[in-house]
């Protein structure tokens, strides 16, 4: 299983950014796919996941209506849209993959909101 996270960077306040997770080793679209993000000095929490092998979605509160999850099955490959970006987002994301009870995780991408 590897997972490798990418589209990171530094953006100013409000603007937009798009990770994305590039899967391999395993069967994408029946694993349970979700976005994490740690700062400095927090846990890591959860950003936005799939619920299941593809439908629905759930989000932090504090990403609603900014952030959007996809996943392309054909692709394998999974996104997530970030737009109006603040400071408070600063963090290391990291995408994971749940399948047969186990998790899977990537190296991370850091994405840094400051103007």
């Known amino acids: 299983v590897q997972l490798v996270e990418s589209g990171g960077g530094l953006v100013q306040p409000g603007g937009s950014l798009r990770l994305s997770c590039a899967a391999s080793g395993f069967t994408f679209s029946s694993a349970v796919m979700s976005w994490y993000r740690q700062a400095p000095g927090k846990e890591r929490e959860l950003v936005a996941g799939?619920?299941?092998?593809?439908?629905?979605?759930n989000y932090a509160d504090s990403v609603k209506g900014r952030f959007t999850i996809s996943r392309d099955n054909a692709d394998n490959t999974m996104y997530l849209q970030m737009n109006s970006l603040k400071p408070e987002d600063t963090a290391v994301y990291y995408c994971?993959?749940?399948?047969?009870?186990?998790?899977?995780w990537g190296q991370g991408t850091q994405v840094t909101v400051s103007s």
């Open positions: 994971k993959a749940r399948r047969g009870g186990s998790d899977y």
């Open positions: 799939f619920l299941s092998f593809g439908g629905l979605r």
